[in-house]
């Protein structure tokens, strides 16, 4: 799987503070980790979710169903 590509202005180490994509990568997981946590959702069960074909939008909008109760 290929990751996606960033804009160089984000991804450039010229500018201090600046993150590269796998930070970007890893801190978006990680929030997404925490929020499933919060909403039940297990991070194997996201897996199991991603691997199976899931869109990233379906995805988000389960996580979001979960929070509201709808799931």
Do not use: H, N, W
């Not at 929020?35 to 039940?40: E, K, S, T």
């Amino acid at each position: 799987m290929e990751l996606p590509r960033f804009p160089d202005s984000l991804t450039s180490g010229d500018c201090a503070g600046s993150l590269d994509a796998t930070d970007v990568l890893q801190q978006t997981v990680a929030k997404l980790v925490r929020y499933g946590d919060r909403v039940g959702v297990r991070p194997e069960e996201m897996i199991s979710l991603l691997d199976s074909g899931i869109s990233i939008q379906d995805f988000l909008a389960f996580l979001a169903a979960k929070s509201s109760g709808a799931a």
